[in-house]
């Protein structure tokens, strides 16, 4: 998969079919519309196109909106290429950019930029300054400029619209299997093992902690169902994510206790997989009381890990 930095009118690129967005999850909804594209490329053997912003036009509309993510960079380029894309182009998205009209952004960026042949996008799809330009009109650009549009109607599941933003609201709320079935995997975090207090260890449970990430979404302070991605495995575990309230609040991290084994993973980057939420954060009175609640948290979490197994609308193993 190639991937391109800003518009390159020179390059003679073979039927550009193309879409159009930033794609954070790549889920069902964007799945669908990549779908259509590269089937199109493919029976006009033709170019199958990704058109995205670098950054991500909140950050230069709206600076003051905390926009936290569901994908990194490098995980959307890798979902870009399982789906069979040809290239990603990406621009720098600036107040220039987005003062552009919409005729201007038809015109510069989908005829003369990229050589748009045919171009798949939402049927709400919003463009150019002040996001005037609607799919009408793009329609009738298209039609002046030489590609086809074709507006794509949005993905639903039970009656509501699979969107990023919506995923997003999910996970923050902890509604994590609601999350799976729109996102069509878990919502996975990955980092690196960080030493810890040891106090895992101490209470029978020893754990891989990792800090995380920024800029990323993340699900409310609490304990889950989780597996583990490490070295080709996919291991049973259970997650808390917090401050450690008990023992005086500390930094906020995801700590991880591995079912059934016991591994040295310190150093090691694993990618944690989030499959349901087992209860809330809270301050125990002792570590005794936190043991035994720890003990139920890993028998919940084992059901929910059974229950997930069999479930066929949430795969276990994020796709590469």
Known sequence: MKISRGLTPSIARPYSVVTIGNFDGHHHGHRALLDRVVSTARRESGTALVLTFDPHPVKILAPQVNLMFLTTPEEKLARFKAAGIDEVVFLEFTTAFASLS????????????????????????????????????????????????????????????????????????????????????????????????????????????????????????????ARVLWNGRALDSVVYIGTRPTFAAGERLLEVSILDERLELYGETIRVELLGFVREDRVFPSAEALTRQIESDVQTAREQLREAALDPVSPLHSQS
């Open 102 to 225: 919409p005729a201007q952004f038809a015109k510069q960026v989908l005829c003369d930029g990229i050589g748009t042949r045919e171009l798949f996008v939402g049927e709400h799809f919003a463009f150019g300054k002040g996001r005037a330009g609607r799919i009408a009109d793009l329609l009738e650009l298209g039609a002046q400029l030489g590609f086809r549009v074709h507006p794509t109607p949005p993905v639903t599941i039970d009656g509501e619209v699979v969107s990023s933003t919506r995923i997003r609201q999910m996970i923050q709320a902890g509604d994590l299997q609601k999350a799976i079935r729109f996102l069509g995997r878990p919502y996975g975090i990955e980092g690196r093992v960080i030493p810890g207090a040891h106090r895992g260890t101490e209470l029978g449970w020893p754990t891989a902690n990792l800090r995380l990430p920024e800029g990323r979404v993340i699900p409310p302070d609490g304990v889950y169902a």
